[in-house]
């Protein structure tokens, strides 16, 4: 009897334990899925890394004549501009963590902001960075690089190109989390996890195109 008991009472104890989640031993089932595929993601990368690095050991005169047109000044602001983006984003995943989903004074107050104001201002600045690179990108096109011009053009678009692609789904999580602050009625432990680990693939991004950007750029 006292085995039966005691397993009716780990029984009662799981059924509390909320969807997504393991015992309160194990980590959150959603980050940890998150932090697989960023893995996954990670190796896609490294993989455009190769390719670049493989490409460019064997046509070092053009890589020498086509990053003359690099604007490295204007790369570097707009890498700021995402680099700054991350703070923003991380400033709002600790007023998740606080349960804070909103501000509560007026907008002017930083001090008053919730998680929804940051993201905004997360979102702001990671779309004037995609911006940034769509101007550069006509820029370019005007220099006669293009996906198909050459070697050197094909691997600068791949690579910041399918960077973009993920800033961009980046940008598209940020508008569904600052969605459902407004047609939830409470905020919930999933949208606390769902800003977090919104918060990861957006630090991700950022690292990435650091990599990037000193890859590109600056050993050119």
């Not at 053009?62 to 680099?83: D, K, M, P, Q």
């Not at 220099?143 to 960077?163: C, P, Q, R, V």
């Not at 800003?195 to 990599?211: G, R």
Request: net charge neutral; proline share 2%; hydrophobic share 50%.
């Amino acid at each position: 009897m006292a085995d039966v008991a005691t397993a009716t009472t780990a029984h009662t104890s799981d059924s509390r334990i909320p969807a997504g989640h393991g015992p309160v031993s194990r980590p959150n089932l959603t980050a940890v899925g998150t932090m697989v595929w960023l893995a996954s993601e990670l190796m896609f990368f490294a993989g455009l890394f190769a390719m670049y690095f493989t490409i460019r050991s064997v046509a070092g005169p053009l890589w020498t004549e086509r990053t003359s047109h690099l604007e490295v000044g204007f790369a570097f602001g707009n890498t700021l501009i995402l680099v700054i983006s991350s703070i923003w984003c991380q400033f709002g995943v600790f007023k998740a963590e606080a349960g804070k989903a909103e501000r509560d004074g007026k907008l002017w107050q930083v001090s008053s902001w919730g998680m929804r104001e940051w993201y905004v201002l997360a979102f702001l600045f990671g779309a004037i960075f995609v911006s940034g690179q769509v101007l550069e990108y006509s820029n370019m096109f005007g220099e006669g690089i293009s996906l198909n011009s050459d070697a050197y053009g094909s691997m600068f678009y791949l690579t910041t190109g399918f960077h973009a692609l993920h800033v961009t789904g980046g940008l598209m999580a940020f508008l569904m989390i600052i969605g459902r602050t407004f047609t939830a009625k409470k905020f919930t432990h999933h949208q606390v996890t769902g800003a977090i680990v919104v918060s990861y693939y957006w630090h991700f991004v950022d690292v990435v195109w650091i990599a990037l950007f000193t890859t590109i750029y600056l050993l050119q």
